[in-house]
């Protein structure tokens, strides 16, 4: 990573899409339009007690986006897309502003809603900051639509590093492979999980005729074993409308995520081996480089780990670990290479 005295870094937030996911991710297909949430007020007196508690627990932190974006360099881009009348999205605009954050004001045209306006503005100000900001060394993109794969490959090819931050569950593979870096929120610093106690089709199918049920209390939690938070291969598609359904990302239930890791890992080391002898020791900190590059959502802290050293440690029965002074190197074992 650049110094951050030395890398200057740009922060495009499609607000729409990361409310929408996170909402969508711990509640449900479909809730974000089912409940009613881009025009729900939770200030009225009419305010369903239940949607507002799933709405509380669904609230994103982008003090911890904003915090992870400054760990690359000085923010001297930082804004945020959305048309800012809505309730939803105004409830937010206090911890934005108190950022620094730009709201770009999208406004609705059409009767259809601001649908992709969002993806279009956010393109056109990155590629216009790109040639009018030649220092502009990173590029970092809140969103987890396959619709800026272009854009990410765009800025690679202009020379900038693109790190991309998306809600697990509602992220391209296509979009994390076209950046040089990818992380889930869930795994930012400082981002706590939470989980809503009543799915959303249960509450509303409880409900009794003609009144409301008291809001269902909602829980933190500490993150739950790492096999089951991290899903890598998901499909998103949204249509930010209200006249549209918003298309829902197919996961691959039956993939699991340490055994991603694994053949990751061994394909990385493969590939290292291959540039010189089989039995060479490579440096871990090469070798971690080359599975970013290969995959740039693979972490190893939703995996469960505390280090990446942590990570090659159980996975032993594949890989040697030792160390050469200062350095830990690690090599594939023959019969792991074989086997692959």
């Known amino acids: 990573m650049t110094e951050p005295n030395d890398a200057r870094v740009g922060l495009y937030i499609d607000f729409d899409n990361i409310v ?15 409940d009613g949430i881009r025009n ?23 003090n911890a986006i904003i915090d992870f974006a400054a760990s690359f360099g000085t923010l001297v881009v930082n804004r945020a897309y959305a048309d800012w009348s809505v309730p939803v999205n105004a409830s937010y605009q206090r911890q934005l502003m108190s950022r620094a954050v730009d709201l770009t004001q999208l406004f609705t045209t059409t009767t259809r809603g601001t649908k992709n306006g969002a993806d279009i ?46 809600v697990a569950g509602s992220t391209s593979t ?30 509303r199918a409880d409900k009794p005729k003609g009144g409301r049920r008291a809001a269902e ?6 993150a739950p074993p790492a096999s089951t938070t991290r899903k890598l291969t ?17 996961t691959a239930e039956d993939i699991d995520p340490q055994s991603l890791a694994t053949e990751l890992l061994v394909r990385a080391l493969q590939i290292g081996h291959a ?47 030792a160390e050469d002074g200062s350095q830990r190197l690690i090599r594939l074992r023959p019969e792991a290479n074989a086997g692959h």
């Open 121 to 166: 503005r956010l393109a056109v100000d990155v590629v216009e900051d790109l040639f009018r900001l030649p220092d502009l060394t990173h590029v970092i993109i809140i969103a987890g639509d396959s619709d800026y794969i272009a854009l990410a490959q765009k800025s690679k090819r202009l020379g900038r590093f693109v790190v991309g931050i998306g």
């Open 275 to 321: 540039k010189g002898d089989d039995d060479e020791w490579l440096n871990t900190g090469t070798v971690k480089n080359q599975m970013r590059r290969m995959d740039p959502s693979f972490n190893e802290k939703p995996l469960g780990f505390r280090s990446f050293t942590d990570f090659l440690s159980s996975r032993s029965d594949l890989a040697e670990l």
């Open 174 to 203: 296509s979009l994390a492979a076209a950046c040089d870096e990818f992380e889930d929120y869930d795994s930012l610093p400082g981002i706590v999980k939470v989980t809503a106690n009543a799915d959303a089709d249960t509450a």
């Open 20 to 34: 929408i996911s996170r909402y969508q991710q711990l509640h449900g297909r479909n809730a974000f339009q089912r």
């Open 40 to 62: 729900f007020d939770k200030t009225s007196r009419d305010a369903d007690p239940e949607v507002a508690a799933r709405l509380a627990a669904a609230t994103v932190d982008f």
């Open 234 to 250: 998901t499909i998103p598609m949204f249509s930010h409308t209200d006249d549209s359904p918003y298309d829902e990302p197919e």
């Open 217 to 222: 209390p909602v829980e933190v939690e500490p």
